[in-house]
DNA sequence: TGATAAAGTAAGTAATTACTAACATTCAGA
DNA sequence: TCTGAATGTTAGTAATTACTTACTTTATCA
């Protein structure tokens, strides 16, 4: 072993516990900061939750908004819709928009943080706002899109916008979700959410065959 | 006129500039907590917009916290969309939503100060949010949920459940509202709310008409 | 003009917050 | 054990904020 690559190792084994404390801090800062607010969450909360010295919070992140942008860099990307077009594919058009839903439903429960935080913060970071929100249902929209349109074109749907589809369609979960979750708080049970996914799957599919 | 009825009539006057005061401290209460949230918008600047002093808006309020629920009592309410289905039901089905999904927009457009205050203010005010939430779209809902139930009992829609599918349909246009005014704060043309408005109530007909 | 309600100016209080400085301690590896 | 990175404790700074006090001015009406 040469000595640069043991110098490499040792750089790497010392940053460990740096990385695991600041691994903390961010979600710490996430889950204060969806709880309470960008301003009501306070870095000596966040310093506390996050099991170190406020000052601490300061070696690792130069200001409070630069975790802030951290936190969002951090949580925002989420694996595709378009690795699994090749499943849906394979799917009947029912089938297809059940799974969608489901994906899309979960997708929004695991960062339910970070949507609250698209919610709470639109006024103090509306760029920040618009890169969660691109950054999750940008990408979904398009590929259902595109997905409709290919149905459109193999005479499986009818003719309508499929831009506005996608939109009505994603649109129905996402209030959905917002409302349950974030404004009225309630942990809805499975079935209830199985039940809102088959109804509105199923009103948008008779509304969209051909 | 009795010496009573001239008292009455001298305090209604003097009354009335800080009838007017109390007004306008609401009014830019109002608009700042909805651009810069609850805790970004400082008494001082609320006083500021309104042209008093700060310690007027004491005067007339005995905590930013109270005057924040006088400007949720204040604005809350709407008209009913209960006072609206005489003539929704003179319409015919489509033409029926066509009207409500427009009405709904409208009213979400004139309170949108209140919207985004209820998405941003949600971890701080959970009880007014919901508060906010009800006086909305609960009232909506139920009514839109009763407008199907009595279509489905003279056999205009198929059998769905009324209630999940009041829920898709305001769902639709709620998060269409919510995320072109509030999260990409774009103000779309007249002919884009149009479009989406009859393409989303086209896929809604078809998908529930009988 | 006098009386009173409503509002203004100026100054201040107490608490909080993001952030910093100085010194000390802990941890990990050789 | 020594070294250096990472972190902790204590104390503090400067600014801000909601709110208050004391005195003054303005507006309205009879």
Same mark, same amino acid.
């Given at each position: 072993?040469?000595?640069?690559?043991?110098?490499?190792?040792?750089?790497?084994?010392?940053?460990?516990?740096?990385?695991?404390?600041?691994?903390?801090?961010?979600?710490?800062?996430?889950?204060?900061?969806?709880?309470?607010?960008?301003?009501?969450?306070?870095?000596?909360?966040?310093?506390?939750?996050?099991?170190?010295?406020?000052?601490?919070? =300061?070696?690792?992140?130069?200001?409070?908004?630069?975790?802030?942008?951290?936190?969002?860099?951090?949580?925002?990307?989420?694996?595709?819709?378009?690795?699994?077009?090749?499943?849906?594919?394979?799917?009947? *058009?029912?089938?297809?928009?059940?799974?969608?839903?489901?994906?899309?439903?979960?997708?929004?429960?695991?960062?339910?943080?970070?949507?609250?935080?698209?919610?709470?913060?639109?006024?103090?970071?509306?760029?920040?706002?618009?890169?969660? *929100?691109?950054?999750?249902?940008?990408?979904?929209?398009?590929?259902?899109?595109?997905?409709?349109?290919?149905?459109?074109?193999?005479?499986?749907?009818?003719?309508?916008?499929?831009?506005?589809?996608?939109?009505?369609?994603?649109?129905?979960?996402?209030?959905?979700?917002?409302?349950?979750?974030?404004?009225?708080?309630?942990?809805?049970?499975?079935?209830?959410?199985?039940?809102?996914?088959?109804? =509105?799957?199923?009103?948008?599919?008779?509304?969209?065959?051909?």
């Amino acid at each position: 072993m040469s000595r640069a690559g043991r110098d490499l190792l040792l750089k790497a084994a010392r940053g460990e516990r740096a990385g695991a404390t600041r691994k903390r801090l961010l979600d710490a800062g996430l889950k204060l900061i969806s709880s309470k607010g960008y301003l009501g969450a306070t870095t000596k909360d966040i310093a506390k939750k996050a099991g170190v010295a406020e000052l601490t919070l =300061f070696r690792h992140f130069s200001s409070k908004e630069q975790l802030f942008q951290e936190i969002i860099n951090s949580y925002t990307f989420l694996p595709a819709l378009k690795g699994l077009m090749p499943e849906i594919k394979e799917l009947d *058009y029912r089938d297809a928009l059940l799974l969608i839903a489901e994906k899309f439903l979960g997708r929004l429960s695991e960062r339910r943080d970070l949507i609250r935080i698209m919610h709470s913060e639109m006024h103090l970071y509306p760029a920040r706002v618009k890169d969660i *929100y691109h950054n999750f249902v940008g990408e979904v929209y398009k590929t259902l899109a595109s997905y409709f349109k290919d149905l459109q074109d193999s005479g499986i749907l009818r003719d309508f916008d499929p831009e506005y589809g996608a939109r009505a369609f994603l649109g129905m979960f996402f209030s959905y979700f917002t409302v349950r979750e974030l404004v009225l708080k309630e942990r809805s049970k499975p079935s209830d959410e199985q039940k809102a996914i088959t109804e =509105f799957v199923d009103i948008f599919v008779k509304g969209s065959a051909a």
